[in-house]
């Protein structure tokens, strides 16, 4: 609503206008109804707002932290129990699909056959491999943020771990290269023993795209693993022709819910049901079972929705807290119209009620006659 006389914004109020100021449309939406809260149409003003910073990097299994923003319009796709939410869905932000992944990644479970030092994860597009920019001149850009990479991180010898994880979000589709005895791909034959490298390609859709496309960039930073670590460990070279490749598409579930299918697999690799070293059958059931892929994304949604309210609620950002509170509220005043709707309408003993009356008429005629 506008100002009243000898009205001021709150201090929130103003902050808020702040980083919607570039959009005058949800400016003029937020002032409108920022007193609000039972009208689910602010939050259509606010969808853009940043509600968590994270940078994430669990010990041992990951390369590089996962880093972003988790936005207003994010959590409404993560939690979507507002009234019509679930058919209003847009698709993750890059910043929430990372904090899902950072999650699944601190969360490996591990034993004797699966350690979390077998494994390197790296972050969502590392490097840039999503994006075109990086093949021209000779590989010339993602050779720069590999060395950016290498001396931000100084990671150990990736070839020296038994997996790695590449997760890729890529023109609305999702994907994630595993790879299996990377080793095998830079030494001699007679020092791989019984082991082989195998790169398996795992996406939303058909891969030919991805292969095309961001594969030779995740084949290029390979290389140049090799390269920095070859003086010390005497590598051969970085074989291609010594790889097996494998694929698999996951079952077709609506655009929205394709962040979650990649973290779907990571649960699946490094979850408890299957671990890392069950690689295999893991990928295996990932091909079928759309109904167990579902309760799986609806599962880790109520866990991550979770872990970002606590998050934002104990976090330093004001914004971000009053707007998640403010969400909140709207939905116990849409569940408190529910129920109020709910005792309204008429019960079945109600409804059984008149019909008994009349029967009870009709017997005491009968036996009077």
């Not at 602010?42 to 968590?52: C, E, Q, R």
């Not at 993602?142 to 070839?159: A, C, E, G, Q, S």
Request: charged residues 30%; hydrophobic residues 35%.
């Amino acid at each position: 609503m506008p100002l009243q006389p000898g009205e001021r914004y709150t201090s929130i109020e103003v902050d808020t206008m702040k980083q919607l100021g570039h959009t005058e449309h949800r400016l003029k939406l937020y002032e409108t109804l920022r007193k609000t809260e039972t009208n689910p149409n602010i939050l259509l003003a606010v969808g853009a707002i940043k509600m968590l910073n994270f940078s994430l990097k669990s010990e041992n299994n990951q390369i590089e932290a996962f880093e972003g923003d988790i936005l207003m319009e994010d959590i409404q796709t993560i939690n979507r129990d507002l009234d019509r939410e679930e058919e209003n869905v847009i698709s993750l932000s890059n910043g929430a699909l990372s904090y899902l992944l950072a999650h699944v990644v601190g969360e490996q479970y591990c034993t004797a056959t699966s350690k979390r030092s077998d494994v390197f994860v790296f972050s969502l597009n590392t490097c840039e491999i999503h994006s075109h920019g990086v093949i021209r001149d000779d590989f010339q850009k993602l050779k720069d943020n590999f060395n950016l990479l290498v001396r931000t991180n100084r990671p150990t010898d990736i070839y020296k771990k038994k997996y790695l994880l590449f997760p890729v979000s890529f023109r609305a589709e999702t994907y994630c290269t595993l790879v299996v005895n990377p080793h095998c791909a830079v030494v001699k034959l007679s020092e791989r023993g019984d082991d082989t490298c195998t790169m398996v390609h795992i996406g939303t859709k058909n891969c030919d795209e991805y292969k095309a496309l961001i594969v030779p960039k995740i084949m290029k930073l390979l290389w140049l693993f090799m390269d920095l670590y070859r003086p010390a460990a005497k590598y051969v070279a970085f074989m291609e022709d010594a790889i097996t490749v494998r694929e698999k598409v996951l079952p077709k579930l609506p655009y929205y819910e394709k962040a979650f299918q990649l973290a779907v697999v990571f649960e699946r690799l490094l979850g408890k049901e299957y671990t890392i070293s069950g690689w295999e059958n893991a990928i295996e059931s990932l091909g079928t079972g759309k109904p167990k892929m579902r309760a799986e994304i609806k599962e880790l949604r109520k866990v991550i929705g979770e872990k970002i309210y606590v998050k934002v609620m104990m976090g330093s950002n004001k914004v971000a807290s009053h707007l998640l509170e403010k969400r909140r509220r709207i939905g116990e005043h849409q569940k408190k119209q529910r129920e109020d709707a709910a005792i309204k309408r008429p019960s079945d003993c109600d409804e059984y009620d008149e019909p008994k009356s009349k029967i009870q008429k009709i017997e005491k005629t009968e036996n009077k006659q």
